[in-house]
Structure formats: C-alpha cells, structure tokens
C-alpha cells in the first residue's frame, strides 16, 4: 500500500458515520437506504461518505436494477492493520517495561513492610 493510499483509508476511518457504514457492512451488504437509516442525514450526505469509503477501497457498490448495494472490502483494513503491528509490538514492549517496574516497585514495598 502506498503512502497516498493509506492516506486515504486513514482518511476515509477518520470520520465516526464512516466507520459505523462500515461495521454495518461487516455484518453483510445494505443499500444506501438501509444505510441511511440509523442517521439524521440526507440520502445524498451519506452517499457522499459512500464515495470517500469508495475512493479508499473500503466498500464495493454493485448496481440491481434501482438499487444500489454496498459491501465491505476489508482488504484495505488489513493493509492498514499490517502497517501498525511494529507500532503495536512496540506499545506491548513499553507496557511490558512498565509492568516490570511496577513488579519491581511493589518488591521493594514488600521489603521495606518486613523490615519494619
């Protein structure tokens, strides 16, 4: 994935209406109707996050007859996923550090509570 597309996945996630499309989507296709309904907002306002989810390649929109059914295209969010694991590998190892000061710490305590 290049730099511009994962500008544009970030992008496309940024936005709280998106990413409820998409974890509708996640539990199978719906039109843009059915999209619409959970939202106080136009038909065209949601198929305007339609196209910036479109442009990301986060959903595919067939066409059946006056409908026009969206589905997820999770590929992307794998992309986007492989990108963060060093980051994530990186937030266990500092938790992992704090956990063993924290175990350090509470040693220390125990020592100074028999000593005294």
């Known amino acids: 994935m290049t730099a511009d597309q994962l500008d544009t996945v970030f992008a496309a996630l940024?936005?709280?209406t998106r990413r409820a499309i998409l974890a509708r989507l996640a539990s199978g296709a719906a039109t843009v109707t059915e999209l619409a309904?959970?939202?106080?907002?136009?038909?065209p306002g949601i198929s305007k996050h339609l196209k910036v989810l479109r442009r990301a390649g986060l959903?595919?929109?067939g066409r059946d007859a006056q409908w026009?059914?969206?589905q997820l295209d999770a590929s992307p969010l794998k992309e986007v996923a492989d990108w963060v694991e060093?980051?994530?590998r990186f937030w266990?190892?500092?938790f992992d550090r704090l956990d063993d000061y924290l175990q350090v710490l509470k040693?220390?305590?125990k020592r100074r509570a028999r000593q005294k």
């Open 14 to 16: 940024a936005d709280p």
């Open 37 to 43: 309904e959970p939202f106080e907002m136009s038909l």
């Open 59 to 61: 959903i595919e929109q």
């Open 68 to 70: 026009r059914p969206c």
């Open 86 to 88: 060093p980051y994530r």
């Open 92 to 94: 266990e190892q500092s």
């Open 107 to 109: 040693n220390r305590e």
